[in-house]
């Protein structure tokens, strides 16, 4: 068995979750767990978030995979529906449906007879991505009323394209055209997502939707999760399977792409990017060694393995415990060393990575701690 292993720290997500009520006290969580739970695994997510007030899912599959671990929390597909016989799946799992397309519009229309879906119209404020232009909305919103096949609570919703941008002006221009356009309609509303919720409270709303944070991953360009005070909610680790003592002069890895500047141990992890670890994370790239230590990544990433200067670590041995990231080395700090963001990462686990539960209390290191 590899000794790759994702460890996803319970306490944390529940910690996170407590932590979003906390910044908006007056709007229900949806907790967003598209994606298998930004990789942390569906099931198990959702069971450590059940005190949220809805889940937000990026398919009906996802739903489905809510309710047969016994959760009745509200689900709502972000991406609503996509064919006519989405509509009997989505009441008998008492699925929400985001509408956002005249094409979605035309079949809760034509629906059969049946209990009525609940429904949160996707209005487009600035993101040009998904939702009703503005100028349609009160026409999209009355048709939703008068449909038979939707309950007439009609939620209200936008997303945000730049809300990572705190002194950005295009933010608070979405939220002032939003409540132009809802001005007058009935319902609940929804603006913010994770960076809306720590840079715009005036955005809040009725409810909020929260994906990255409660993961622990930062929103925000140059921060990692606990600067925002947020635990990482993912520690990524393997093993040292080998120690090689190379010549000064000698060349590391594919494309001889690192040279030892000097005689030096290397140590080698059985992880690479057919575990989702990436594969452009150049050398100087950290880890963690014995005691918490730094070591940088020295040569190419492999599919199976990488390699690390362990000139520094003269007590290193094969089976130490690496880490790749977690609490005490941010999932953003390596992303940034590989030319993209935590969600990527944390997203991008494959199957034959063991993934492990810890119920240990969350743990907080800001960045530089």
Known sequence: MRAT??????????????????????????????????????????????????????????????????????????????????????????????????????????????????????????????????????????????????????????????????????????????????????????????????????AHADWVRVGGLLYGVSVVAGKCGADLGFAPAMTLSTRLVAINRVARGERIGYGHAWECPEDMDVGVAAIGYGDGYPRHAGSGTPVLLVHGRRAPIVGRVSMDLVTIDLREHPEARVGDEVVLWGPRLPVEEVAAAAGTIGYELICGMTRRVSFVEDESPAVRVASGG
Not at 46 to 71: K, Q, T, W
Not at 157 to 162: D, G, L, Q, V
Request: glycine content about 8%; proline content about 5%.
């Open 5 to 202: 292993r994702a460890t996803i720290h319970l306490a944390a997500l529940r910690d996170n979750l407590a932590r979003v009520r906390a910044l908006a006290p007056r709007s229900r969580v949806m907790a967003v767990v598209k994606a298998d739970g930004y990789g942390h695994g569906l099931e198990r997510v959702a069971r450590a978030l059940a005190g949220a007030d809805a889940f937000g899912v990026a398919s009906i599959a996802d739903g489905e995979r809510i309710r047969a671990v016994g959760l009745d929390n509200r689900v709502v597909v972000l991406g609503g529906l996509d064919e006519a016989r989405d509509i009997p799946e989505m009441r008998r799992l008492a699925l929400d449906t985001v509408v956002h397309h005249d094409s979605q519009l035309a079949l809760l229309e034509s629906a059969p007879a049946g209990a009525p879906l609940r429904a949160w119209l996707k209005l487009d404020t600035g993101m040009h991505r998904l939702g009703f232009a503005p100028e349609r909305a009160n026409e999209v919103h009355a048709r939703l009323q008068a449909c038979a096949a939707v309950d007439p609570a009609i939620v209200l919703m936008t997303h945000f394209s730049n809300s990572d941008a705190f002194g950005d002006p295009v933010t608070p221009a979405q939220v002032q055209r939003f409540l132009c356009i809802a001005r007058g309609m009935d319902g609940e509303r929804s603006l913010a997502n994770s960076a809306g919720v720590l840079g715009f409270p005036d």
